[in-house]
């Protein structure tokens, strides 16, 4: 799945930032350039602005048709996108998110973050870290979004303007879910969960003064209807879940961009822990995935005297030691390759994710393919390019 990384033009920093954090973490990306408010498509003057619940500083109406822009290349592309401000901090499990998401059909919106603050939620959707999100508050730093979703986005911000993520939340035609635990945060929430930001973390919103909210007509009745759709909503619901604060993932791509760690462990030979983690690959059937898998398991054991343990596809990196994620992928009838990544992970932080070579087997009816499988499992443990 590509992201998007709005961006405004003088924000170099953070640019690099998310360059090297998405690089890590093996996400195509592109820079959609931000809108300021000298170049919003309607006046910040034009009383079309008033429409919300309290009057928009320049920058928030500015940062709303940015995230328009976003939405509407979501519906040009036919597919979804990562929409990430260029101040979100992503968590080492995004990718494997993203990878088992990208094909569903029955999500419109799809929140990664958290900030503090509860939300309704759900039952889980299948079995993936994902629950149904039936209320939220804020948070537009991190999402998936998917064509339906963002027409329907397009939609309501088309009659009235708000807050990006206001917009976002107050959208309950949407079908949207929440990641669990969060796999993003903001750079102003960095300190909270244990992280240096990387960056410094002023908004150019907040250096904005707050309009005068007696300004204007109406803001007080809409605020006051957007407060009672807010409780009808939790009545609806609460019934079919609960309010809960959702907590983040426990490693994050940025502890890896910032540093590496000095491997003493392995340098003096110490026995490493290894954990493997097969997540489900579109297009691969479960039998054909658990054979590569259970095979690389007990080749990796024979070959290193350990048994990688397995991960919980929810908390990767949680553990320090090396990690090793399977990938598959079927290639036509005959053919089916495979490919490891991995990272070492020791004191809370992670090497950059490596990637092996890609290796290819062949495949014909049920049996053989199993075998080849089987096969293919025992190659990668000994040719994959792990380290030793």
């Known amino acids: 799945m590509r992201a998007l990384v709005l961006n405004l033009d003088t924000a170099h920093e953070r640019l690099a930032f998310q360059e090297r954090q998405l690089a890590a973490l093996g996400i195509e990306w592109e820079r959609l350039a931000a809108i300021t408010p000298d170049t919003l498509s309607q006046p910040p003057g034009d009383p079309w602005w008033l429409g919300w619940e309290r009057p928009l500083r320049d920058t928030e109406k500015a940062a709303l048709e940015t995230h328009r822009r976003a939405w509407t290349r979501v519906v040009a592309a036919g597919m979804p996108l990562l929409i990430l401000e260029d101040d979100a901090l992503l968590a080492m499990a995004a990718p494997d998110l993203l990878r088992m998401v990208e094909g569903r059909s029955d999500i419109d919106h799809l929140s990664l973050e958290t900030r503090g603050r509860k939300k309704l939620l759900g039952p ?16 537009a730093a991190a999402y998936v979004l998917w064509p339906s979703g963002a027409r329907i986005l397009l939609a309501r911000t088309a009659r009235a303007p708000a807050l990006a993520d206001s917009a976002i939340c107050a959208a309950f035609a949407l079908r949207s879910f929440q ?199 025992k190659a990668l443990a000994r040719h994959g390019g792990l380290p030793r």
């Open 179 to 377: 990641a669990v635990p969060a796999l993003a945060i903001q750079a102003d929430m960095a300190a909270r969960h244990g992280f240096t930001p990387p960056f410094p973390v002023q908004s150019s919103i907040d250096a904005e003064a707050r309009p005068d909210r007696r300004a204007g007509p109406g803001f007080r009745s809409r605020r006051i209807v957007a407060q009672l759709r807010m409780g009808a909503r939790q009545l609806r619901f609460l019934g079919q879940g609960r309010r809960e604060l959702v907590m983040p993932a426990p490693l994050w791509a940025q502890s890896g961009v910032g540093g590496q760690h000095d491997g003493k462990a392995h340098e003096q030979g110490q026995s490493e822990r290894l954990f493997l983690y097969c997540p489900p690959q579109p297009g691969v059937p479960e039998a054909l995935q658990n054979a590569a898998c259970q095979a690389l398991r007990q080749e990796l054991a024979r070959l290193r005297g350990q048994r990688p343990e397995r991960h919980d596809r929810a908390v990767f990196l949680a553990e320090n030691g090396l990690h090793i994620r399977l990938h598959l992928a079927i290639k036509g009838r005959h053919s089916v390759s495979g490919r490891l990544e991995w990272q070492r992970v020791a004191d809370g932080k992670a090497e950059d994710m490596q990637r092996g070579p890609e290796l290819e087997g062949a495949t014909t009816d049920r049996e053989t393919n199993e075998t080849s499988l089987i096969h293919l499992g």
């Open 124 to 139: 889980a959707l299948d079995d993936l870290p994902v629950r149904r999100l039936w209320l939220d508050r804020s948070g």
